[in-house]
Nanobody, 121 residues
Framework: QVQLVESGGGLVQPGGSLRLSCAAS????????MGWYRQPPGKQRELVAT???????NYADSVKGRFTISRDNAKNTEYLQMNSLKPEDTAVYYC???????????????WGQGTQVTVSS
């Protein structure tokens, strides 16, 4: 059983910072790409950032220069450092991971339960 558990969300004022964490646990052989997505109120889920197992990153234009994705492969954990937060960053943030449960198995995508980030004065 694989679980992804996010933490670090909350309420922050515009211009503030938050750091999200996502820890993967359970029967995991290898994790490939990890990512963060978000779903603003009344809108569809959208990509925020991804990071490959060798550290290559990709960001949505709306967060470039403000958010930084990173990972600790030894801990099966990824992070999202969010700086200069804006009200439009308000959303439920989800982490995901493409991983193999055992060698030679299919690569499946697993999702966390989501964490609320609210940017408001």
């Amino acid at each position: 059983q694989v679980q992804l558990v996010e933490s670090g969300g909350g309420l922050v004022q515009p211009g503030g910072s938050l750091r999200l964490s996502c820890a993967a646990s359970g029967s995991i052989f290898r994790i490939y790409t990890m990512g963060w997505y978000r779903q603003p109120p009344g809108k569809q889920r959208e990509l925020v950032a991804t990071i490959t197992s060798d550290g290559r990153t990709n960001y949505a234009d709306s967060v470039k220069g403000r958010f930084t994705i990173s990972r600790d492969n030894a801990k099966n954990t990824e992070y999202l450092q969010m700086n200069s937060l804006k009200p439009e960053d308000t959303a439920v943030y989800y982490c995901n991971a493409d991983l193999e449960v055992r060698w030679g198995d299919y690569v499946n995508t697993y999702w966390g339960q989501g964490t609320q980030v609210t940017v408001s004065s």
